[in-house]
């Protein structure tokens, strides 16, 4: 058996909230408080933020019902931050780490998250400083390496097929062409989500276009005016970092803000949604309806569209860390597998398990071949498989004709 590490434990969250990002810290609390050799469970507010000005909050003792009601509440619990970390950084994490006798690290949030993790990680070996340190997963755009999937994206996900469903409905009602701008810088998972709540053969949307693939817009109003040809009306998804044959992403044409990485200001901006649908409108005639949604921020934490898988799902990885951390002077990233097959009709099922840091940290995923249609414009069945099962349970809708 390993010998025990005695010393405190310290929890961070970065990066966009999640519906479910709170049941991940629970999930390290929980099981943190369960272990005598954790003396002090520390929470960082906004992540790297605090932990650089030494501003924690305690956990050991929380309370098992404000607990509860924290793990079931969207959005950061502890505040989130959008720093990325450089190697000097880190150094001056790992100093307060040892002046504040912390021998244990659960980082929740993304590939950077990981990355910090690893850079961390790395610092405290060449010390000789013996230092235990989790990546706890997260992101609703499901681009981690590794995992099946990401805690966050169900949810997500959720949100966008029951928006995009009720869209379909109501653009049955009044027929038209309905544009619906979707997260998504560079993988296309969150805005493929927008096909899981169809039913019937000709719900909508009728069109997704993800960033995987080159996006002409000429090529986008032949499209739509082919279906709505067909069906009198369109209903279509966009990412809102779709590029084109250069990969320049559509929006940087007309949006000059850059976040705090340089990035194109994606997202809180209804530009690119309002492009699209000028555009439309001039190729199919001025008198056609046409009306354009960008969802933005409300897809992250919406609290009426909880997946129940991917709480559990995230409540199991913060306790997978805890677990794996008490096993020996070992350190990685938490990940899901999948075990039951896309597709096969059996009851959905997972585990978590560790992955290195290095697996994980800074690079990303995107959609997958087989999950995106020839024409580039849909995805396929072999996306519906994959995703479906990780929304639980949805609504269900019916017709009179």
């Known amino acids: 058996m390993a010998e025990k590490l005695i010393g405190n434990a310290i929890i961070g969250q970065s990066g966009g909230p999640t519906c479910v990002i709170n049941q991940s810290l629970v999930g390290v609390v929980e099981e943190a408080q369960k272990h005598a050799e954790i003396k002090n469970i520390l929470g960082a507010r906004h992540g790297v933020q605090g932990m650089f000005k030494e501003d ?4 050991k003792s929380a309370d098992p019902a404000e607990l509860e009601a924290v793990a079931i509440t969207p959005s950061a619990g502890l505040g989130s931050v959008r720093h990325k970390v450089n190697a000097d950084d880190c ?15 659960f980082y929740i949030g993304g590939n950077d998250s990981a990355e910090t993790a690893h850079i961390v990680n790395g610092l405290a070996r060449e010390a000789g400083y013996e230092f235990r340190i989790f990546h706890v997963p997260k992101t609703i755009d499901n681009d981690l390496r590794e995992t099946d999937h990401c805690p966050g994206y169900g949810s997500a996900a959720k949100f966008v ?10 653009n049955r009602s009044i027929p038209g062409i309905k544009i619906d701008i979707v997260m998504g810088r560079h993988a296309g998972f969150l805005t493929a989500a927008a096909a899981l709540g169809r039913k019937y053969e000709d719900d909508g949307p009728h069109l997704v276009y993800l960033p995987e693939r080159p996006f002409s817009l000429e090529q986008f109003a032949t499209d739509v005016e082919r279906v709505y040809k067909k069906l009198g009306r369109c209903v279509v998804a966009v990412s809102e970092g779709i590029a084109d044959e250069n990969h320049e992403p559509i929006a940087k044409k007309f949006i000059n803000e850059v976040d705090s990485h340089g990035n194109v200001q994606l997202s809180g901006s209804g530009a690119l949604g309002d492009h699209l649908a000028a555009f439309v409108k001039k190729s199919l005639g001025e008198k056609t309806r ?7 921020y409300l897809q992250r934490c919406f609290p009426g569209c909880v997946s129940e898988v991917d709480a559990a799902e995230a409540r199991e990885v913060g306790r997978k860390a805890v677990d794996y951390a008490m096993k020996g002077n070992i350190d990685g990233s938490v990940i899901i597998n999948r075990l039951s097959e896309p597709g096969k009709g059996e009851h959905y099922m997972s585990e978590a398990s560790l992955t ?5 940290a800074k690079y990303t995923k995107s959609m997958p071949d087989e999950f995106i249609n020839a024409e580039g414009n849909n ?23």
Request: hydrophobic share 45%; net charge negative.
């Open 161 to 170: 097929a029951l928006a995009l469903m009720g869209d379909n409905l109501d």
């Open 290 to 296: 046409v009306r354009a949604d960008t969802f933005g």
């Open 379 to 401: 995805v396929t069945q072999a996306y519906i498989d994959y995703a479906l099962p990780l929304l639980g349970k949805i609504p269900q809708i019916g017709r009179l004709y």
């Open 356 to 360: 290195e840091l290095e697996n994980v």
């Open 56 to 59: 924690f909050i305690q956990l």
């Open 91 to 105: 150094g001056r994490l790992f100093e307060i780490f040892k002046k504040n006798e912390i021998r244990y690290m």
